[in-house]
């Protein structure tokens, strides 16, 4: 008999499977269909990962308070957890020695549900964990005020190109020995009020090493901070060292360990908490002024505590890691553009255009830049396939009858109201004329808005509003419940990519990066990545100028209006020659560079090693 050593769990006997005259004893029917699926290469890449030995090869421990990994583990809400996704993909094909630590929310984000008017209504996601992650044996536990909060975790393996594989380790509450209120503590992401927000963040940052280092995570030398929902990491990682070895706090010491990552321009993206919360549920843990002395004295500003306690600090596009500086002058702010995992973005029909022309493209997204030499009936006709599913897609959904022969317009992003997703209604008479005059377009719409941000879902409500108004004219079509698969379907199926954020509170951005692994050109405004990406009638176009540092409502529809009326209208339909060929720049500048495999080995070079 051989037991499934992989987790380091107790096999059962309801999972058991035969195979080449053995019994495999599994923990959990996701081990055992995994094994039927592939039997061999379970073996082979799956069944030695977790050994004692690959578990001491790991060397950095990654912390995110949300990983989309997979539409069917609803544990992200949107870019920063898609960009954590794609970052452990790169990871894992690039066989980087990481370890992911994340929260498992048992009630996910939220599944959206629109009315006629556009009313957002947030429903409950029923998904179970125990169909896509390995529960694993260890507990540890923390002290939040007087009493303890034991962490459970659970697995998930993300296997790369070569079989290499990187575990995210899932942190869960729901425990009998826990009271109801801490049972659910990891049930919503983002949900709750400012304790609730606190306790999770204690979980993840205190609860996180101390679960890596239950697990035998011994050998970590980096702790990647991505944002500051983490930052409790570093009070965790002084304490440890006062523990086991120092009679001081060793603050030079975390701060080698420590790596982060800032993601918003935007001062309410940065989490504050007031000190009454912080003193309370800390109570013991660490003496009151060390925390004041870290993170703020006012109230305890998570940024801060991270910028003071890591010795790489970045922002995720040159502009914003300028941004950032800004912000935060007296520390040594760097950049690294954010990107996005190619093979995941690129659609099937790409995919087969790539392996055609450009077999090595994923294991070497560098390569996309030979997509210079792809026919342009091969590409069009490419496009006109993912065009035609997002069509046939949305038709069955919403019943609006938009055709593949008209320029198809798409904007998909979190619904908030710096994004602007209703600027292209500014002027609905002009937007009309134009419709007329140079040609038709009809757009796509998709986003959720955080269900306590009024402004965010009157947005959705205004372009509900915009779509009857213009009914008959203009077909505009807004999709609910936004996510990975919905997303993927609209960055390959639209003619253009549409990105309207008021500057400069757009951090990076990678919707437009997913679109150009589609050979899909932006219209943005020049702030995030797009400052970095656009090259005026070759990869796309832009919306403003450079010079403008802050946005101007007025200024940049009137300046969306011209570029669509002069420029991507006629090229579209008259100059389709022309139009190719952005769509091939698009890819060979955009994708072979705006991918998550270069900003993997950027973090190795700058900020690993």
Known sequence: MVKDLICGMTAKEEFKFEYKGKIFYFCSNLCKNEFQNSPDKYLKHRHRSYDAEKIKERKIAYFSMEIGIDSSIPTYSGGLGILAGDFIKSCADLKVPLVAITLLYEKGYFIQRLDAQGNQQELPVQWNPKDFLKPLLKKVNIKIETRDVFIRAWQYDVVGVSGYTIPIIFLDTDLEENSEYDKGLNDYLYGGDQWYRLLQEIVLGVGGVRMLHSLGYTGIKKYHMNEGHASFLTLELL?????????????????????????????????????????????????????????????????????????????????????????????????????????????????????????????????????????????????????????????????????????????????????????????????????????????????????????????????????????????????????????????????????????????????????????????????????????????????????????????????????????IIPTFYVGREYWINIMRHAIAINASFFNTHRMVQQYVLNAYE
Request: contains cysteine; glycine residues 6%.
């Open 239 to 567: 304490n440890e060292m006062k523990r086991n070895k120092d009679p001081e706090w060793n603050f030079d010491a975390v701060r080698e360990l420590c790596v982060f990552t800032t993601h918003t321009p935007v001062p309410a993206g940065h989490d504050q908490f007031f000190y009454d919360l912080v003193d309370n549920a800390l109570r013991e843990f660490i003496p009151s002024d060390i925390v004041r002395m870290l993170g703020g004295e006012e109230r305890l500003n998570m940024t801060l505590l991270a910028l003071n306690q890591s010795k790489h600090i970045n922002g995720v596009a040159k502009k914003h890691g300028e941004i950032s500086q800004l912000m935060f002058p007296e520390y040594s702010i760097e950049s690294i553009t954010n990107g996005v995992h190619s093979s995941t973005w690129v659609c099937d029909s790409f995919k087969r255009l790539y392996d055609k022309y450009i077999p090595d493209w994923k294991n070497d997204p560098f390569s996309l830049r030979y997509a210079l030499s792809i026919p342009n009936d091969e590409i069009w006709n490419t496009h006109q396939e993912a065009k035609n599913k997002l069509i046939d897609y949305v038709n069955k959904k919403t019943g609006i009858d938009i055709d593949s022969e008209t320029l198809t317009i798409g904007f998909a992003r979190r619904a908030a109201a710096y994004k602007r997703a209703d600027l292209v209604f500014s002027d609905v008479d002009r937007l009309i004329k134009i419709a007329k005059d140079a040609g038709k377009m009809q757009f796509i719409f998709s986003g959720k808005a955080h269900p306590q941000d009024a402004m965010g879902k009157d947005l959705i409500k205004k372009i509900i509003i915009a779509s009857k108004w213009l009914e008959g004219k203009i077909k505009v079509v807004y999709l609910e419940n936004y996510d990975k698969e919905l997303a993927k379907l609209l960055v390959s199926g639209v003619d253009l990519w549409l990105n309207t954020p008021r500057k400069p509170q757009e951090a990076s951005g990678t919707s437009g990066m997913k679109a150009a692994h589609n050979g899909v050109p932006s219209l943005s405004i020049l702030d995030g990545w797009w400052i970095e990406g656009c090259i005026e009638d070759i990869t796309g176009w832009s919306i403003g100028t450079p010079q403008n540092t802050e946005s101007n409502d007025q200024q940049d529809a009137s300046s969306l209006y011209d570029k669509l009326e002069f420029a």
